[in-house]
């Protein structure tokens, strides 16, 4: 109770918000907006790297959400990542359970044996703020990693985690786990009944609402500039609207219906 007599009436109202919006997290792509929006605010952060299972026996699976070109979960093998992880882990048990802030690098993690996308991610990483749950019954313990190119966690974003963790830790165990066949299948056949747009237009979508360019959205979603488009201008049919504006307020509108 004594971290929240420290927050601000609007912080609380905040709070309380994400939490709500957490509790309506299904899919990847909601973990994503949920974690591009709001959540930015107390934790800024480029990457989440999650990994979870017997970190005693190195039996790990792991997640990437991240909106930097090529950092994805299936561009990074379980090989790859378990060794960080379960380093990241035992200081986490050293310290504590606790959360903690650390400088990949600087503090003898390496990311050199990484896959290239989420190495070269990591040694550009100003700040990694740490924390974790253990499964006291199940052996099935979980371990977030909160990676920033230029933000330092500071002691706010310490306990920002602390207090969101049981929130992210459920919003996570909700998105059912990366799949290939599931990434490899057509976007443009998962058409969502709620608004009329496929999986790829919902993410252009994410990102046209946070004012990303044509060019921008291209790098991120590892497609042209010219492909992008051509989903504007599907988007824009389909939500009935003339411009991007018009398509983030008709958006907005849609995803707040299909939340609620």
């Not at 899919?27 to 299972?53: E, K, N, T």
């Not at 990437?64 to 379980?78: E, F, H, K, M, Q």
């Not at 909160?146 to 969101?164: K, N």
Request: aromatic share 8%; proline share 2%.
């Amino acid at each position: 109770m004594a971290r929240f007599s420290s927050l601000s009436h609007e912080d609380l109202r905040q709070f309380v918000s994400l939490v709500e919006q957490s509790l309506a997290v299904r899919r990847h792509f909601d973990l994503l907006l949920w974690l591009q929006g709001d959540v930015q605010r107390w934790i800024p952060h480029d990457v989440m790297l999650a990994g979870w299972g017997d970190f005693r026996l190195g039996l790990l699976s792991h997640d990437i959400v991240s909106a930097l070109p090529g950092v994805r979960t299936s561009r990074a093998s379980t090989e790859s990542v378990s060794p960080l992880l379960a380093s990241l882990f035992r200081r986490w048990i050293e310290f504590g359970r606790v959360p903690f802030t650390v400088r990949l690098g600087e503090d003898g993690l390496d990311a050199a044996a990484l896959d290239r996308e989420l190495g070269g991610a990591l040694a550009r990483t100003g700040s990694a703020l740490v924390h974790g749950i253990c499964d006291e019954r199940g052996r099935h313990d979980c371990l977030y990693v909160m990676l920033s190119e230029e933000a330092v966690h500071d002691a706010r974003a310490r306990m920002a985690i602390e207090l969101l963790l049981p929130y992210l830790d459920t919003a996570l165990r909700q998105v059912p786990q990366w799949r290939a066949e599931a990434e490899a299948a057509d976007d443009s056949a998962a058409e969502c009944a709620e608004h009329g747009l496929s999986d790829r237009e919902m993410e252009i979508m994410v990102w046209v609402k946070l004012g990303k360019t044509n060019q921008e959205i291209g790098l991120i979603l590892d497609i042209s500039a010219f492909t992008v488009k051509n989903h504007l201008k599907r988007i824009f049919k389909k939500l009935g609207v003339y411009n991007r504006m018009q398509a983030v307020t008709r958006f907005e509108a849609l995803h707040l219906n299909v939340a609620n």
